[in-house]
């Protein structure tokens, strides 16, 4: 059995909430549905953002938002997260001093969903960047591809939802879900942004499309290959190859496309 260090809990109270409905042949039947709910991000003193997302692991949500959009500088502490769950609002604390007025003034919506917003200058950071050149064998693919699939998740028990997973070769580490697949990757770096985790030689899995903005985070993030079951943007696939990234799309069972840096495939077959 796989040992994740997070995953999803289906069962945790208020995620999803039981519902009534007809179904095709006008029989009832009860089926759940994941909640939504906002989460305000202040950073120090100042009102960020207000994302809708399903409530659990609001601090790193909160966190690798602020990191992922360039608000938590390199050498910036953390000093405290304070969640009010009343209040839906999340504080991120640190020592250094927030001023971006101008910043917010010029977000845009992207393709996300849910809240998705990158702001006018999301290429920053990028330029110089190349990820390491951590090898990647397919077989590591196939082996995630199919615990994660049939990893008890809010996806299997009531869909309308993305999952993000941080793995390290052929093993899943910390599974995340939210009702928009950017909420999702957030929490991951949210967490290794706490834990220190290494990115040199990890891999992020998303169910979410491969767009400019999910290149750009994961970029950001430090992590050299990402994988989705669903398709690419081609502007997506430009940054991964500026970047030096690793992009997989259409990845369901053994079959894939790789778009990007494929001098990181091993071509070892599949994993028994």
Not at 83 to 106: A, H, M, P, S
Request: charge should be negative; aromatic fraction near 6%.
């Amino acid at each position: 059995m796989v040992q994740y260090i997070l995953q999803p809990d289906p069962t945790a109270a208020g995620l999803t909430r039981r519902l009534s409905g007809v179904d095709q042949n006008g029989d009832t039947q009860q089926v759940n549905v994941v909640e939504e709910r906002p989460l305000t991000i202040f950073l120090n003193g100042q009102e960020i953002v207000t994302a809708m997302t399903i409530g659990d692991y609001p601090e790193y949500l909160a966190i690798g938002f602020l990191k992922n959009q360039g608000m938590l500088a390199a050498k910036e502490t953390v000093h405290a997260v304070d969640y009010d769950q009343e209040l839906e609002t999340v504080v991120v604390r640190t020592d250094g001093t927030t001023k971006y007025e101008e910043k917010l003034r010029k977000k845009t919506r992207t393709s996300g969903c849910a809240v998705g917003t990158v702001f006018g200058d999301m290429m920053e950071g990028l330029e110089g960047l190349r990820l390491p050149t951590t090898p990647l064998r397919v077989s590591w693919l196939y082996a995630l591809s199919k615990t994660i699939n049939t990893t008890d998740s809010l996806y299997l028990n009531a869909g309308a939802i993305h999952g993000t997973v941080l793995c390290q070769e052929d093993s899943p580490l910390v599974y995340m879900e939210d009702v928009g697949r950017h909420n999702a990757v957030d929490k991951i770096a949210g967490w290794m942004h706490q834990t220190q985790a290494n990115s040199a030689d990890k891999i992020l899995y998303t169910t979410g499309r491969l767009t400019s903005e999910m290149v750009i985070k994961c970029a950001l993030m430090g992590i050299p290959v990402l994988a989705s079951r669903s398709g690419f943007t081609a502007w997506g696939v430009e940054i991964a190859n500026q970047v030096g990234l690793t992009l997989i799309g259409r990845f369901r069972g053994q079959r894939f496309m790789c778009l990007s840096g494929q001098e990181r495939l091993i071509w070892d077959g599949a994993h028994d």
